[in-house]
């Protein structure tokens, strides 16, 4: 089980230093990454004219658009719910960047009471996310939209 709190201080000491969302979502994919086991992808993609467009990230390649309600991430962002998919398999309409993915958690974050981004975790494993990491990972989605600039 990672330590969330951990995770969430050494978000806010990297935010100290530069709270610009390229560096800071770069150093938080990054932190999820090391820290939890059995994942293959974890990023972020940012709404930019409309849609949800890549941005930082740690794994393979990925798709670079995603439409609003299209998805778990343009669910996620349609609904305001992190979406926690045991087995993407039976997710309607899961796009399937890496046929590796097996389950995944997008958790929306906010800017001005909008959604302006998600973050997104895939792993091979199925069921690989519990109640837990989603509170988890939802309190760290706190720290960040409250350390973020979204400008770089
Ligand atoms: N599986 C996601 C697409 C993004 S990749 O997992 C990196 C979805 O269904 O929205």
Known sequence: MPDFDIMKAQLLAFAEEDPGFVPLLSNASA??????????????????????????????????????????CGTAWASDETQLVPDVHKFPGHIACDSASNSEIVVPLHSGGEVCAVLDIDSPLFDRFSAEDRAGLEAFARALEEAIVWKF
Request: glycine share 20%; net charge positive.
């Open 31 to 72: 932190l999820i990454w090391e820290s939890m086991e059995g994942l293959n992808w974890a990023g972020f993609y940012v709404v930019t004219g409309g849609r949800l467009v890549l941005g930082p990230f740690q794994g393979k390649t990925a798709c670079i658009h995603i439409e609003k309600g299209k998805g778990v």
